[in-house]
């Protein structure tokens, strides 16, 4: 076990991630509880082909996805003590 929790470490890191991303993002949520968000807008503004909402609602979401990515390497890095930033 103690050789393999290394591996298993970088696993649950990325799921942590993507976990975050959706906690985050909140679209989901939104959809299913029938909240007015940001996550409503956006998809709204999908339908409604409303370019200029729709392109800063993906830049948003992008920059939330690239937060939670670089937190999972961070805690990974921190965890793990083969990986380290150069």
Known sequence: WYFKKGLILIDI???IALIQYFIFDGSFNEMIFNINGFGKMGFQAILDRDYPITMGFLVIAVIIRLIANLLSDLAL???DPRIRFK
């Open 13 to 15: 890191f990325l799921i």
């Open 77 to 79: 890095a921190a965890v």
